[in-house]
């Protein structure tokens, strides 16, 4: 895999990032990657299939490595000091998003109980559909900023008496 440091700086043209390279460009003026949908999509979709899967990779990649710190995205996805391939990368991170997605679903499912229906609900078509999939929960939760209550303790189960301890 190509460097994350460079896939970051050629993601987009983010100030803090972009260092002005890019495979791509227009009227000789360089083309941060993630613009590439909006070029491929429409005007070329053939070409967009077939680079489509890449670019989320990337996408995925960049989003988790600046969430954190180099450090600790090589820490996370390193064996014995060499970073590992995309693919290995990102089956990680959807792992771990699938868990999260799935704790929050949970969560919500015991603290709003029937208002999640409510703020799950969709069209599709005439009919209204609740969304079921803890992916898309998830995702609904944090797109309308719904803050959740903390979750409850665990009832405290009482130790049983020790003999001879009064």
């Known amino acids: 895999m190509e460097g994350i440091e460079e896939i970051n700086a050629r993601w987009d043209d983010d100030p803090n990032h972009w260092r002005g390279n890019s495979y791509i460009r227009l009227d000789e003026v360089p083309v941060p990657m993630f613009y590439w949908r909006e070029i491929y999509a429409n005007r070329f979709p053939a070409i967009w299939s077939t680079i489509k899967s890449q670019w989320n990779k990337y996408k995925m990649v960049v989003e988790y490595y600046r969430r954190s710190s180099p450090e600790a995205f090589r820490a996370r996805f390193s064996v014995n000091g060499t970073l590992l391939g995309l693919n290995d990368i990102t089956s990680r991170i959807r792992a771990e998003r699938a868990e999260e997605d799935h704790t ?20 599709k078509g005439s009919n209204r559909v609740t969304m079921q999939s803890d992916r898309a929960i998830a995702r609904k939760l944090r797109e309308s900023g719904t803050v959740l209550p903390p979750p409850s303790p665990p009832p405290s189960v009482p130790l049983p008496a020790v003999p001879g301890n009064s």
Do not use: F, I
């Open 104 to 123: 929050l679903a949970s969560h919500a499912r015991k603290a709003l109980g029937d208002e999640l229906q409510v703020l799950t609900t969709y069209r």
